[in-house]
């Protein structure tokens, strides 16, 4: 049954008019069927008053690690007295991984993703990687493909044990035979004490080669060849970006590489944060996201990644929003999520709140007020 959502102080569609007041919105069959004018809209057979709220469109997480057992809170309390974060840590969740049940992956794989739901995130991208066998990708991807239709093979994660190009010929062969038909994307781990350029090279290619987009977990510890190699493949985004020469900068923008950054890995690794600001004014398009993991940033809360966009890496309300949302669908090559023109997917979060400012005018307080998924209210 078609659904209108009245009386809204402030929608925002990212459509040529990205943002009206006073504003309607109806919803028919799953997607957006009539945007305009509040009061005006086509009769529909369900009504939601949004009484002068803000409206916009779900958050799409175009990062995130949700498969994986254990806890890491001890790492993450050594790291609030003084050690630093390394990759080897992940480890520590790869066994715990591998010692779980199907069961219970998914239960905490699933939970993780109504965590998501509640604060307003529509579309969630999910990643292996705390698996590091055929077996163990395997049931990752077959998990995350209970959680979401984005789903991004992370074989080259870590070296799990033993010599890297050996686990480098592992990846490209019989891992990917195994999960190429359960993934849409792949990604790998371009840093000191993960992969190297030329690994990481083989590894995406190797995914391209069987049709899957390409994401790349770049220059988060350090400087380093992810960014330009993002580019050189043409892949769909590279992640975190924290180091960036003005090179890796115009290298993004010239191959049109979304740039996916995640300022709570930052914030609770006490790294300096992406430099947004340099990307925004450089034309590169800009993503924001949790990574939800159990290492370096364990939040599924987007509205936290928003303030925090807007306090710490310089961006307006409205960029934050825009990368929260668009950006991410940008990540993710999903042209039906992130906006709400008419022909969208009907996602969309209340907020009670008037403007999207408050999503970093009101830090850490739940601004949700409902969350509509397709066209169903989901909270
Ligand atoms: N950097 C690589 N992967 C995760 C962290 C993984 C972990 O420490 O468990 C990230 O995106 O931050
Ligand atoms: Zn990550």
């Keep these: 049954?078609?659904?209108?959502?009245?009386?809204?102080?402030?929608?925002?569609?990212?459509?040529?008019?990205?943002?009206?007041?006073?504003?309607?919105?109806?919803?028919?069959?799953?997607?957006?069927?009539?945007?305009?004018?509040?009061?005006?809209?086509?009769?529909?057979?369900?009504?939601?008053?949004?009484?002068?709220?803000?409206?916009?469109?779900?958050?799409?997480?175009?990062?995130?690690?949700?498969?994986?057992?254990?806890?890491?809170?001890?790492?993450?309390?050594?790291?609030?007295?003084?050690?630093?974060y390394a990759a080897g840590g992940i480890r520590t969740t790869v066994a715990a991984t591998r010692a779980a049940s199907d069961d219970e992956l998914l239960s905490r794989a699933r939970a993780?993703?109504?965590?998501?739901?509640?604060?307003?995130?529509?579309?969630?991208?999910?990643?292996?990687?705390?698996?590091?066998?055929?077996?163990?990708e395997r049931r990752s991807l077959e998990v995350a493909a209970r959680v979401t239709e984005h789903r991004t093979f992370l074989g080259a994660h870590v070296v799990p044990d033993g010599d890297a190009d050996a686990y480098v010929d592992l990846v490209c062969g019989p891992m990917l035979d195994e999960v190429a038909p359960l993934a849409t994307a792949i990604d790998a781990f371009c840093e000191e004490g993960a992969f190297d350029?030329?690994?990481?090279?083989?590894?995406?290619?190797?995914?391209?080669?069987?049709?899957?987009?390409?994401?790349?977990?770049?220059?988060?510890?350090?400087?380093?060849?992810?960014?330009?190699?993002?580019?050189?493949?043409?892949?769909?985004?590279?992640?975190?970006?924290?180091?960036?020469?003005?090179?890796?900068?115009?290298?993004?923008?010239?191959?049109?590489?979304?740039?996916?950054?995640?300022?709570?890995?930052?914030?609770?690794?006490?790294?300096?944060?992406?430099?947004?600001?340099?990307?925004?004014?450089?034309?590169?398009?800009?993503?924001?996201?949790?990574?939800?993991?159990?290492?370096?940033?364990?939040?599924?809360s987007m509205p936290f990644v928003v303030a925090l966009a807007c306090?710490?890496?310089?961006l307006t309300p409205l960029e934050a929003l825009r990368a929260a949302t668009l950006g991410g669908a940008a990540a993710l090559r999903d042209d039906d999520v992130g906006h709400l023109r008419v022909g969208a997917r009907a996602d969309l979060v209340v907020l009670d709140a008037p403007s999207p400012v408050h999503l970093a005018y009101r830090p850490g307080v739940d601004l949700v007020h409902r969350v509509i998924r397709r066209g169903e209210v989901a909270r």
């Design 197 to 300: 350029e030329d690994q990481c090279r083989r590894v995406l290619r190797a995914g391209q080669d069987r049709g899957l987009d390409v994401h790349v977990h770049a220059n988060q510890l350090g400087p380093g060849p992810g960014a330009r190699l993002a580019a050189e493949l043409g892949a769909a985004s590279a992640d975190h970006c924290t180091h960036l020469t003005d090179d890796d900068v115009s290298a993004l923008r010239d191959a049109r590489v979304v740039a996916v950054l995640v300022p709570v890995a930052e914030f609770s690794t006490r790294s300096p944060y992406a430099p947004a600001r340099r990307l925004v004014d450089a034309g590169v398009t800009v993503a924001l996201a949790t990574d939800c993991n159990p290492g370096t940033s364990f939040t599924t």
């Design 112 to 136: 993780l993703a109504a965590e998501a739901l509640r604060s307003g995130t529509t579309t969630i991208e999910v990643k292996s990687g705390y698996g590091l066998t055929v077996d163990d």
């Design 1 to 84: 049954m078609a659904l209108v959502v009245d009386r809204i102080g402030t929608l925002v569609t990212w459509d040529e008019e990205p943002v009206l007041h006073d504003a309607a919105v109806v919803v028919d069959g799953g997607r957006v069927v009539w945007t305009g004018p509040a009061g005006r809209a086509p009769s529909a057979g369900e009504r939601l008053d949004a009484d002068g709220r803000c409206v916009v469109p779900g958050f799409v997480d175009a990062h995130t690690h949700l498969v994986f057992a254990g806890d890491r809170s001890e790492e993450f309390a050594a790291r609030l007295a003084g050690a630093p």
């Design 311 to 314: 306090r710490e890496l310089g």
